[in-house]
């Protein structure tokens, strides 16, 4: 989602993909070799679609309530904030999230049965369609090895980041408050 902020002149094209519209991925993701993490997960069937050597990395945490008690903490607290109405960059990629998350998450997304419900029904929709040599099942604290391992690369030596914290979205979004 950092890019997709980084970058405010996808926001259309993401906002296309989100109502059903045609979108050039090729021409939306140039300059990228993978994609994870909202926008581009809520689309990992047309990603691969248009991508069917590509590996699918399914992430996931060593439970749903602890999935939701960060989501909860990060994900739907930020959506739950106004944005500055003198922002449109802001403005229309508010809109695009929540259009996303209502149509390619769940419509009850901000309510605790309804997101773990979708988190479940997510993760499972992702295991029955990829094939298991294309599929990177994924969970925090996994480390690098099953990823090295899939994508046949050396496991380096330093430690495997723990970075994006809730602790880290959070201070973000300070900081971006007190920019407003």
Known sequence: MSEAIERPGNTPAWHAAVRG????????????????????????????????????????????????????????????RPVPSEDADWTARRAMTLEMMERRFAPGWRHRDSAIAAYERHNDDVRAAVPAERLIDWRTGDGWEPL?????????????????????????????????
Do not use: K
């Open 148 to 180: 090295c391992a899939a994508l046949d690369l050396p496991v380096p030596a330093e430690p495997f980041p723990h970075v994006n914290t809730a602790a880290d979205f959070r201070a973000g979004q300070e900081l971006d408050h007190r920019q407003e």
């Open 21 to 80: 519209e045609a979108v050039d991925w090729d021409r939306l993701l140039s300059g990228y070799i993978a994609t994870v993490d909202w926008p581009a997960c809520a689309f990992w069937r047309e990603l691969r679609a248009v991508n069917r050597d590509a590996v699918v990395l399914l992430s996931s945490r060593e439970s749903p309530e602890a999935w939701w008690q960060s989501m909860e903490r990060t994900i739907v607290a930020t959506l739950s």
